[in-house]
């Protein structure tokens, strides 16, 4: 049997340090007056103020050689494995802005490793290689209003060919960075194929420029009444939105195939956030409950907070170790061997991150759940986050399904 190690290389540890440093003493500290900006003037332009935090930082990060970590078993990237990667993605959780810094980002990463891995040459030219440089920014636009996309069979944006064009009619929402001032282009998933095409065959990824005739942003989504300005998620209508031929990803009917390929890294990338997010809920729980006095003694002593802090450190550590396992089946390269434990980690980050969250937001009382804190903020987010890329019920029948499979030959 392959050892499996999951630790960190003494090469990885030098990394991870000078990434931990950044984030503590460099970019955490300007969250909050990054946040704090948003309110002033037009919410979908950046300010001068953030502008200078968010570019002034980057520009470190780059010089610092901490710079598109993300991108794992390519020479474009500094040669880290998933597992690798995965110790920096939870670093990067603790902080609001450390993943853009890094540029590091959803949905950035997930686009750029489809052009990156599947993009003709002139793709890459026009859009990879901005975007990897930090310059743009870019949206995936999957989900549809009208249909059920957990489904993603489902989806019906109307695609059809005329001539040396693609011409694009219908909707999209929940386009997470759409309304960020410099995303430039939209990596979309339309219907290509008719009924008689096999049904994950049926579908085909374009790339849109965002400034395309026909494009319009409808509404930026709400997200329990916060609309996440200026980076967004929008509801965007396209009517009769013209692009090249060439402007298509692999070619037509091959867009389950590349979904498949950009949602499994996104997803661990997003589980180890959470977690990088839970261990930052639980410092400061405990924090509070040491520092705080109620009825003549710490909060640590009163009620069940005992209880609350040793689960939250023991579900912290089972949700890592399984994060960093489905890590280490993407790095042996059989993605059909992979999917069964990303789709675990899916379900189990973000709820329990989520449910160290809200126990911190209860050791705050009603500061927990006010501006004060970021708890709030991470609470919103986390819980979106158990819709985002596939909600729970659709990971647990995907679990479930190769489970029962042991057992049966029937399709389940």
């Not at 109307?158 to 309304?179: F, H, M, P, S």
């Not at 430039?184 to 395309?212: C, F, N």
């Amino acid at each position: 049997m392959t050892a499996m190690d999951l630790g960190m290389s003494p090469r990885l540890e030098a990394l991870h340090g000078r990434l931990t440093e950044m984030i503590a003493e460099e970019i955490a500290p300007l969250d909050e007056e990054f946040l704090a900006e948003v309110d002033k003037g037009d919410r979908w332009q950046f300010t001068p103020r953030q502008s200078e935090i968010l570019e002034g930082l980057k520009a470190r990060a780059r010089a610092a050689g901490l710079w598109n970590l993300w991108l794992t078993d390519s020479a474009r990237g500094p040669g880290l494995s998933t597992v690798e990667y995965a110790w920096l993605a939870e670093e990067m959780g603790k902080s609001h802005l450390a993943a853009e810094v890094f540029n590091c980002n959803a949905p950035d990463t997930g686009n750029m490793e489809v052009l990156e891995r599947y993009g003709t040459p002139e793709q890459k030219a026009r859009w990879l290689e901005p975007l990897m440089a930090g310059e743009i920014r870019s949206a995936y636009l999957m989900t549809e209003p009208d249909v059920a996309s957990s489904d993603a069979t489902n989806i019906a944006m109307r695609c059809e060919r005329d001539g040396d064009q693609y011409v694009l009619n219908g909707e999209k929402w929940w386009a997470t960075g759409a309304g960020d001032p410099r995303c430039a282009v939209y990596i979309v998933m339309v219907r290509t194929g008719g009924e008689e095409a096999p049904r994950h065959q049926r579908h085909s990824m374009l790339l849109v420029p965002a400034d395309a005739e026909g494009v319009e942003i409808v509404r930026p989504m709400e997200v329990y009444g916060h609309d996440d300005a200026p980076h967004g998620h929008m509801h965007i209508r396209l009517s009769d939105v013209r692009v090249p031929v060439e402007n298509i990803i692999l070619g037509e009917g091959r867009g389950f195939e590349i979904a498949q390929g950009r949602l499994g890294p996104g997803r661990i990338h997003h589980c180890m956030r959470a977690i990088g997010q839970a261990e930052k809920a639980l410092e400061m729980m405990c924090r509070r409950a040491l520092e705080r006095e109620a009825f003549g003694r710490k909060l640590a002593t009163l009620g069940a907070n005992f209880d609350h802090i040793a689960e939250a450190r023991m579900e912290i550590e089972q949700a890592r170790l399984l994060c960093l396992k489905a890590a280490w089946m993407m790095d042996r390269g059989d993605a059909r061997a992979a999917a069964p434990w990303i789709h675990q980690i899916k379900v189990v980050a973000p709820n329990m991150a989520l449910k160290v969250t809200d126990a911190a937001v209860q050791m705050f009382g009603a500061q927990g759940v006010s501006q004060d804190t970021p708890l709030a903020r991470q609470w919103t987010a986390l819980r979106t986050l158990r819709l985002a890329d596939g909600p729970d019920a659709v990971h647990r029948r995907q679990v479930a399904r190769t489970e029962l499979r042991k057992y049966t030959q029937e399709r389940i």
